[in-house]
T-cell receptor, first 111, second 110 residues
Framework: AQSVTQPDIHITVSEGASLELRCNYS??????LFWYVQSPGQGLQLLLKYFSGDTLVQGIKGFEAEFKRSQSSFNLRKPSVHWSDAAEYFCAVGHGNQFYFGTGTSLTVIP | DAGITQSPRYKITETGRQVTLMCHQT?????MFWYRQDLGHGLRLIYYSAAADITDKGEVPDGYVVSRSKTENFPLTLESATRSQTSVYFC?????????FGPGTRLTVT
């Protein structure tokens, strides 16, 4: 069955520190992979996407993600976190009407 | 302006009333979706549409009705609102890959 797992419900990092949010997926076909960010009271905003090609993809706001087929993972990274990055982050896989979201990772940034 | 909009942004209604949440996108995306977001449940798909006049149920369709007579609009109707339908509702559209989300409608059923 298709699914997305975000093993970390909540992560706290210091401002300026590096960040890695984990995402593992189960999907029968070649996956289309996505990361979204949701600030409080807002809708989900697309950070980056992977369809094919280079397994390291760059997104908005300085984020990047790496697709590792052997590990069924698509982890999100940022080298230096800013206080404004505090939000909920969702990993997703699929295309068309077959779209699956993880349960989200809440990021707290401390000064 | 181009994008995806939802209206109203906030709505309070009483149990048993009919409520319609509107969703409009300007990209002519084929796919449109309705989700609800509740604490502890993440995003749950209510209904989706692959094209005008084509709709199908998602994970939690009971108590909801959708229609899609035009590509750009995808209204969601709660036929007889219940307190369990208090939630934040998000509409999304997609060309087939990534989804683009509206700002959401916060619905409270009293």
């Amino acid at each position: 069955a298709q699914s997305v797992t975000q093993p970390d419900i909540h992560i706290t990092v210091s401002e300026g520190a590096s960040l890695e949010l984990r995402c593992n997926y189960s999907y029968g076909a070649t996956p289309y992979l996505f990361w979204y960010v949701q600030s409080p009271g807002q809708g989900l905003q697309l950070l980056l996407k992977y369809f094919s090609g280079d397994t390291l993809v760059q997104g908005i706001k300085g984020f990047e993600a790496e697709f590792k087929r052997s590990q069924s993972s698509f982890n999100l990274r940022k080298p230096s976190v800013h206080w404004s990055d505090a939000a909920e982050y969702f990993c997703a896989v699929g295309h068309g009407n077959q779209f699956y979201f993880g349960t989200g990772t809440s990021l707290t940034v401390i000064p | 302006d181009a994008g995806i909009t939802q209206s109203p942004r906030y709505k309070i209604t009483e149990t048993g009333r009919q409520v319609t949440l509107m969703c409009h996108q300007t990209w002519s995306h084929s796919y449109m979706f309705w989700y609800r977001q509740d604490l502890g449940h993440g995003l749950r798909l209510i209904y989706y549409s692959a094209a005008a006049d084509i709709t199908d149920k998602g994970e939690v369709p009971d108590g909801y009705v959708v229609s899609r007579s035009k590509t750009e609009n995808f209204p969601l109707t709660l036929e007889s609102a219940t307190r369990s339908q208090t939630s934040v509702y998000f509409c999304a559209s997609s060309p087939g890959g990534e989804q683009y989300f509206g700002p959401g409608t916060r619905l409270t059923v009293t």
